[in-house]
Each structure stands twice: as C-alpha cells, then as structure tokens.
C-alpha cells in the first residue's frame, strides 16, 4: 500500500521567512511525488513534480530516497502563498494525496 | 493542458433521490479518470478509478452500488450518487489524466458540492 504523510495540519510563516512543508512517503517501488497547491475558492493544481526538477513560485522540492521524503522548500515567503498544499505520490496507477498542510503567511 | 470541467459546480437534493455528477476532459483524450471525495478541512480520499470502456475500481469501503461510475467515452465520466443520504454531502472532486503506465497529465475538476437535506 502506497501512503503519503503530512505531519503538519496548520503552518504559520512571516513573510520573507523560509518555508518548509514536510513530506514523507511510504511506497514498495520507484515513486513519481508531486506537490499541489489549492488557492482559497479555486481547484486543485500541480505545483510541481520531482522528476522534472523544476522550481515554480520559487518553490522546490527533493526527493530524498533514503529518508523517503520530499519536502516543499521556498527561501523566502510571500503573501500569496497562504493555501492548502498536497503531497501526493503517484503509484500503482493512482495518485494518492497526503493529508495536507495550511501554509498561512503572516505580513 | 489538462483542463478539465465538472457539472453542476454544487447540488441540493433530498434524501433518497440520486444525483449524477459529470466530468470533462476539455483538451485531451482521458484515457483514465479518478473520483475523489473531500471532507472540509480533510485531504482528497480516491473513491474509483475508471478506464474508458471498463468497469471502475472502487477503492475499499466506497459502495460501488452506492456511487454508480461511468466512463463512456475518452472524455466524459459521469459518477451516481444512488439514494443518497446526508452522510453522503461533501465535495467530489474529479481528475482526468491523459496516459497510463506513467504520471501523465493529471487535471482536477473545479468540484462538485453535494448537500442532502
């Protein structure tokens, strides 16, 4: 059974402090891990995705196979990053979301 | 890429009647689509997955009798709501993705409110 982890519900960052949102992942093959985002009154949509290494919004992330992890890291945050994000992972042909993290950045 | 649409965007309806929810893929050809369901303030739980032409696979403990899901053509999948209840009001969520075998294309639907009274 694939399982994504989010430890932290709520997360509160003053602006222009660094952001990390924690990730940890349980899944038996190679795993394809991707972030979300959802915006207050708008649809879910992908931030981004590990294999692509991209960085999107200032925001990246690492795949860290040995700690099965992927936190989602922004060296410094903005006001428009308050949201809900979702580390998700896909495997055995389904995406399966983490329970998500409220990102509130304080001005 | 990637979009795609749900219809209606929210839904009041009494208890014991069904209700059908679709599901679009706008620019693309879904090859697979997902049904998700949201509690306020709780992650998206997968319900099905639907393959275009087969029978969905319900994740366990989701009434596949309950939530009746069909996937007729690359572009459309509609899910029933059977009989519903109030505990079945929440947001369903759909997601069309593009390629099997790899990550693909994944898009979410806006959303669908259900509320039974």
């Known amino acids: 059974a694939q399982r994504v982890t989010q430890p932290e519900k709520l997360l509160s960052v003053f602006k222009g402090a660094p952001v990390e949102l924690k990730c940890n992942y349980s899944?038996?093959?190679?795993?394809?891990l991707f972030w979300y985002v959802q915006y207050s009154r708008q649809r879910l949509q992908l931030l981004l995705r590990?294999?692509s290494r991209e960085s999107i919004k200032g925001f990246t992330a690492d795949l860290n196979k040995g700690e099965t992890s992927f936190h989602l890291k922004k060296p410094f945050a903005q006001e428009e990053d308050s949201a809900m994000y979702y580390c998700?992972?896909?495997?055995?042909?389904?995406?399966?979301f983490g329970t998500g993290t409220r990102l509130t950045i304080i001005p | 890429g990637a979009v795609v649409s749900q219809h209606p965007s929210w839904v009041i309806c009494k208890s014991g009647t069904s209700v059908k929810i679709e599901c679009r893929s706008l620019?693309?050809?879904?090859?697979?689509m997902f049904w998700y369901r949201q509690f306020p303030k709780q992650s998206l739980m997968l319900m099905a997955t639907?393959?275009?032409?087969?029978?969905?696979?319900?994740e366990q403990g989701v009434e596949k009798d309950k939530f009746l899901i069909n996937h007729a053509s690359l572009t459309l999948s509609t899910l029933t709501v059977t009989s519903a209840h109030p505990e079945d009001s929440s947001f369903y969520i759909c997601?069309?993705?593009?390629?099997?075998?790899?990550?693909?294309?994944?898009?979410f639907g806006p959303g669908t409110r259900l509320t039974v009274t």
């Open positions: 997601s069309a993705r593009v390629a099997t075998g790899t990550s693909g294309s994944q898009g």
């Open positions: 899944y038996s093959g190679s795993p394809e």
């Open positions: 590990h294999i």
């Open positions: 998700a992972l896909f495997g055995n042909e389904k995406l399966t």
């Open positions: 620019d693309f050809q879904a090859t697979t």
């Open positions: 639907s393959n275009e032409g087969s029978k969905a696979t319900y």
